[in-house]
């Protein structure tokens, strides 16, 4: 995959940042659907976690370099990654109450190919047929676990296809942030608009939370900020195949989550779906891999 670069290509870091979300991004699923468990309203949970993830990061802000990045931001590219991650938060946040996580997640991975597609059809990034194929492959594995049926769409399934679409926009903007906002100026305006935008719409729903409850914040608040690391770093330094292929990986985590955690327990249809997720996984390093090598398009 070719296409204008901002930062300095690093594949293999782009790999192993996303490969950590396999098991971060089911981990923010399951603090989520424990705080829900307990009580916790969706705008007191986005509250919560918006100004606990922001506190989390001030302390950074002893380091000089923290304080330039902040400071030499590229305002109107925050801003822009802000308002797509900030609304995908929330989508994703309010159907991960009711709905299994496997089936979130499972929702969730129409974002990769989204992402691809609108790069190449923005960024003018090529693809190669193989690395299309594999992200088709992966997303017949998603549906495999998925099996969506009429019925089947209310409401918070509707939220999770929207948040997969604000996702894919999400991913790109990240992916266009100049050089000289690093990865922390990235988390950190996000963040930021975070605690001011869900600080402010459940000033008056939030209560003190229980031992539980801030146990289970801290969680999502630490694993979140490790869980947009992760994507801020993959989408800036490798191809959007390479990424969108090996974030597939991440249902095997959700799935393995969801049964030892709330007894959701994977049928031969799941465990076929699985298989070929991580088939496509497999495909999308390889060619990332041999197009890099080579310098031409993945």
């Known amino acids: 995959m070719t296409g204008s670069r901002i930062v300095e290509a690093r594949p293999l870091l782009g790999a192993a940042a996303i490969l950590a979300n396999t098991i971060l991004v089911p981990i923010v699923g399951v603090s989520v659907k424990m705080l829900a468990e307990q009580g916790v309203a969706p705008l007191e949970l986005l509250a919560g976690r918006g100004w606990l993830t922001f506190v989390l990061l001030l302390p950074l802000l002893v380091f000089a370099s923290n304080r330039r990045a902040v400071a030499r931001a590229d305002l109107k590219a925050h801003a822009i990654h802000a308002a797509f991650a900030v609304s995908t938060m929330a989508c994703f946040y309010y159907a991960l109450r009711t709905l299994p996580l496997v089936t979130v997640t499972a929702i969730n991975f129409t974002s990769p190919a989204l ?56 991913n790109l903007a990240v992916r266009r942030i100049p050089a000289r906002s690093t990865t922390y100026a990235v988390l950190f305006y996000f963040s930021l608009a975070g605690a001011i935008v869900y600080g402010a719409l459940g000033a008056t729903s939030v209560t003190i939370p ?45 799935a393995l989550l969801g049964y030892f955690l709330f007894a959701e327990v994977p049928n031969p249809l799941d465990a076929a779906g699985i298989v070929l997720i991580v088939l496509s996984g497999v495909i999308v390093l390889r060619v990332s891999t041999e197009g890099d090598r080579q310098q031409g398009p993945v």
């Open 115 to 170: 992402t691809v597609l609108l790069a190449a059809l923005i960024f003018g990034d090529r693809v190669r047929p193989l690395g299309w194929a594999a992200l088709v492959l992966g997303f017949v594995g998603t549906l495999l676990v998925l099996r969506p049926g009429v019925e089947e769409f209310g409401l918070d399934v509707i939220v999770v296809l929207i948040g997969s679409i604000l996702a894919a926009g999400m």
């Open 210 to 254: 229980t031992r539980t409850e801030a146990i289970w914040f801290l969680i999502l608040a630490a694993t979140a900020i490790c869980v947009h690391t992760c994507i801020a770093l993959a989408y800036r330094v490798s191809s959007t195949v390479l990424v969108g292929g090996l974030d597939y990986g991440r249902i095997v985590g959700a």
